[in-house]
């Protein structure tokens, strides 16, 4: 069986999007289309290889459970399954027939009789988490490399059956991790053009620049997800007008509604137009006359406002609810969340409703969302009225603002919606440098190294260790700001942050970790039973998810998005770019944790209780493959992965 032959799979999307590409760089810039076209190769084996990373540590269709690592020392195999004598003999032979490299180890994946997959891989780390690395290999009768999604797909439908009757869904995965691909490579292109014109001048005078530098340094984007790059029902020209890693530029458009069709929330409990001028001084004589007829003032997305607005409220445009105002933009620049902005010489954050799917999710903003904001943030304020000691380098960033379009049609209240976040000059010191931690991964616009590398390389010199002795001292320098503030929250006050790279921007100053600003309270998860126990209270929207009376549900919100995901990825990249094993540093991780339980004032139950949590053999993973090919299923999708803080 030829994997060029194989045609499952309908990819009239994909097709169709990557001859837009094609043809839309071609117009703007021929240097620009070759080094697209050099860089769709790399970027389709990176989708493919995230995507094939997800199945193993997910366990989709049994790609950890049922396969094989083997490893080549001499003329032996080792083999880590003592069942896999049953299996020798098939794959025996096919071992004489492909080159098994000495001292590297390889997956294989049985599917059927004699027909396999071949994953070689570099490294494995907590949580199931595989690197893979150089090319997976397809093996029935011939060997042939497997180049992308498509050609993957292609081999799990031909030989397992159970997923045929979810084609429908596969499908459509299939088209967003295409989509993707190529939206990669423009990321990778764009990256090669502004790294050789770069010039720090512009961006290193105030800390939103900095910040922002940072914020558009996300080449990579999600290091778990394989659906990082993808945008759904945007066109080529949008996503590289939009997105931060491309040009990132954004003319934040407005809308007036009237005011009895609208929520809206503000942490100073004043008159939201007031609110919003304050910020935005710009907009008060120009909107000034409308707003003392009943309307209020909303910020929308230009792609929102271009592509979805018209259509989905040409009722209300019509009758006068909801005036469009073309008349006024408002210069900004997109940042790592992409419906996030920051407007041009301002201090301050808005997030904005885009009805594109990035990721797995469709970026608009619930009605819950935008209304909750301001009153979890009086609930944090008083929290770290409390906690002294977490002030100094533990900071949240206030969303202090929202407002929206109300409708029983959850897709018109979801579309109409803006929030202000509070900006970060007040919290950054002349010497410092904010960094969003999703940037971590990226490549380094200095070197050939990953950004955090850059930093490690920094922090050991100005401390003056050699980088085997670094990586104990950074990773306890690196919990020291992000373990107490996390843990003490949850524990303590029952708010489970939702701590993952993306709402972690951490400050530092010679490479060394000094403090962390967190963001963004909409994945939060507020254990009800503790904030009462506090005497604290939360007012949240009707149909509200972010308050539970369900334990799980906050400490899986707490592991997977703080250790799992965000101090997973800094270990990993440490102890991978140093070239030693992990296990010390889920040490260093743990020994904080017990510390800092130890020393909070809340009761002895509780903290034992939480403990039995953290150090369990086994925590719940997050299934984010395994959920998007599932679109029927409800709520998060969780697999046992091994703990290393047990």
């Known amino acids: 069986m030829s994997l060029q032959t194989l045609n499952h799979f309908c990819v009239d999307q994909y097709i169709d999007y990557e001859l837009q590409a094609k043809e839309y760089l071609k117009r703007i810039d021929e240097h620009l289309l070759k080094s697209f076209l050099n860089n769709l190769p790399k970027a389709k084996k990176v989708i493919l290889n995230r995507l094939v990373e997800s199945f193993i540590r997910e366990d989709v269709l049994h790609f950890r459970s049922k396969s094989y690592e083997i490893k080549r020392i001499g003329n032996v195999f080792i083999v880590n399954d003592s069942d896999f004598t049953n299996d020798w003999e098939k794959v025996g032979r096919l071992l004489e027939k492909i080159q098994i490299q000495e001292g590297k180890t390889y997956l ?112 990579e984007g999600h290091h778990l997800h394989p659906g990082t790059k993808t945008k759904m029902g945007m066109k080529v020209e949008d996503v590289i007008q939009y997105s931060p890693e491309l040009k990132g530029e954004v003319s934040i458009r407005f809308v007036a509604v009237k005011k009895e069709f609208l929520d809206f929330n503000n942490i100073d409990g004043k008159d939201p137009n007031e609110f919003l001028f304050e ?157 969003v931690a999703s940037s971590f991964n990226s490549p380094s616009y200095t070197s050939d190294k990953l950004l955090l590398e850059d930093l490690f390389d920094q922090y050991c010199q100005s401390e003056g260790i050699n980088k085997v002795d670094g990586v104990s001292r950074f990773i306890k320098d690196y919990c020291r700001i992000t373990i107490p503030g996390y843990l003490t929250l949850m524990v303590k006050y029952g708010i489970g942050l939702e701590g993952h790279l993306q709402n972690s921007i951490v400050v530092f100053e010679s490479g060394k970790p000094k403090k962390i600003l967190f963001r963004d309270w909409g994945g939060a998860r507020i254990y009800k039973p503790r904030v009462d126990s506090q005497g604290l209270d939360l007012n949240v929207y009707p149909n509200s998810i972010t308050v539970t009376n369900e334990f799980i549900e906050m400490f899986n919100k707490v592991h997977y998005t703080v250790f799992q995901s965000h101090i997973g990825e800094v270990i990993r990249i440490i102890s991978s770019y140093v070239n030693i094993g992990e296990k010390s540093c889920w040490k260093i991780v743990k020994q904080q944790c017990e510390d800092l339980i130890h020393s909070l004032n809340c009761y002895e139950k509780i903290k034992e209780h939480d403990r039995n949590y953290l150090f369990a053999k086994t925590v719940d993973h997050k299934s984010l493959t395994k959920m998007r090919l599932n679109e029927g299923l409800s709520g998060y999708v969780y697999v046992k992965v091994p703990n290393p803080l047990h």
């Open 279 to 435: 910020r935005l001084p710009i907009l008060r004589n120009e909107f000034n006359q409308l707003c003392k007829e009943n309307y209020m003032i909303i910020p929308i997305h230009p792609w929102q406002y271009d592509h979805i607005l018209f259509d989905l409220y040409k009722k209300e445009i019509d009758e006068g609810i909801i005036i469009p105002l073309p008349q006024v933009s408002l210069k900004a620049n997109a940042t790592t969340s992409f419906r996030t902005v920051i407007p041009k010489n301002h201090d301050l954050f808005l997030k904005l409703a885009v009805h594109s799917q990035m990721t797995s999710t469709k970026r608009s903003v619930s009605i819950q969302t935008a209304m909750n904001g301001p009153n979890v943030s009086k609930l944090i304020q008083k929290v770290m009225e409390r906690e002294k000691d977490l002030q100094r380098f533990f900071i949240p960033i206030h969303e202090t603002y929202g407002i929206a379009f109300r409708s029983e049609d959850p897709i018109k209240s979801r579309n109409l919606t803006a929030m202000i976040r509070e900006g970060i000059n007040q919290y950054i010191e002349q010497n410092e440098i904010p960094i």
């Open 108 to 219: 294989f994946i049985h599917l059927k009789e004699d027909v396999f997959i071949f994953i070689p891989f570099k490294s494995k780390h907590a949580f199931y988490r595989y690197q893979l690395s150089e090319d997976m290999l397809f093996i029935d009768q011939n060997e042939e490399v497997i180049t992308d999604c498509v050609q993957f797909f292609d081999c799990l439908f031909t030989y397992l059956p159970s997923i045929h009757q979810e084609r429908e869904n596969w499908e459509n995965v299939l088209n967003e991790l295409m989509n993707g691909s190529v939206n990669l490579a423009l990321s990778y292109t764009f990256f090669e053009r502004k790294k050789g014109t770069l010039s720090e001048a512009d961006y290193m005078k105030t800390p939103i620049l900095k910040s922002l530098f940072f914020e558009q340094l996300c080449i």
